[in-house]
């Protein structure tokens, strides 16, 4: 998985802006990816996951895009509202294995201003 | 968070004590996993079960210890061998069907005094 840090990048956004969050992922053998989102003190939420065999899946005002060339994810967050500030991790995993557990990067801050 | 309880909500633990942390779920989920989050950084995998009485090693599995008698509970416990145990942990359950989508309980947060 990817290194870790102590201090978590941050992006900040004007509410009504769209956002766009990035994530290296790490083991080009990874076939099934998940965003989640984390509000403080609380456990992550699933927010929309996507699948090697595509390069783009859309959400309700999320989009994700998927990149296998250069191993890169991106999470877009169209009209992006107050609601939206948190922590967004990205997560990959080998659907194949037995173990079949997420491996975590080290998240993004999304702060939103009114 | 689900179907997904993790209790208590905050824990507080002496030096030398064994802690059992606590994860139900209701989803009748197959896969269950603990994962321990430290302050600005992502998910670290400590033990998962795929099945009622069969569990794995998670990449930091040293001083910790589970049980899956039930398949809706798959309790933690932080043994007096980890060292650092101060950290937010995070229970998930995943169906074991062809998703591989999980959901994560509310957290515990522990802290040793």
């Known amino acids: 998985g990817e290194s870790v840090g102590l201090h978590l990048p941050t992006l900040s956004v004007q509410e009504g802006d769209n956002s766009i969050i990035n994530c290296a992922y790490s083991?080009?053998?990874?076939?099934?990816f998940i965003w989640y989102k984390q509000e403080s003190g609380k456990g992550p939420q699933f927010i929309i996951d996507?699948?090697?065999?595509?390069d783009k899946r859309q959400g309700q005002r999320v989009t994700v895009l998927l990149n296998k060339t250069v191993k890169h994810l991106s999470l877009q967050i169209a009209a992006t509202q107050p609601g939206d500030s948190a922590v967004y991790f990205c997560?990959?995993?080998?659907?194949?294995?037995?173990?079949?557990?997420?491996?975590f990067g080290s998240g993004t801050r999304l702060q939103v201003q009114p | 968070d689900g179907g997904i309880t993790q209790s208590p909500k905050y824990l507080f633990r002496k030096e030398g004590q064994n802690v059992t942390l606590s994860c139900e779920q209701n989803?009748?989920?197959?896969?269950m996993y603990w994962y321990r989050q430290d302050p600005g950084q992502g998910l670290r995998l400590i033990y998962y079960?795929?099945?009622?009485?069969?569990?794995q090693k998670g990449d930091i599995a040293e001083g910790y210890s589970v049980s899956r008698e039930k398949k809706e509970s798959f309790p933690l416990t932080v043994t007096s061998a980890q060292k650092n145990p101060t950290a937010f942990y995070l229970c998930?359950?995943?169906?074991?069907?062809?998703?591989?989508?999980?959901?994560f309980g509310p957290g515990t947060r522990l802290t040793v005094l």
């Open positions: 998930a359950s995943r169906t074991g069907l062809s998703t591989d989508t999980q959901y």
């Open positions: 083991n080009s053998a990874s076939d099934y």
């Open positions: 996507i699948r090697s065999n595509m």
């Open positions: 997560a990959e995993t080998m659907m194949d294995t037995g173990r079949r557990a997420l491996t």
């Open positions: 989803l009748n989920h197959d896969a």
């Open positions: 079960s795929q099945i009622v009485n069969d569990f």
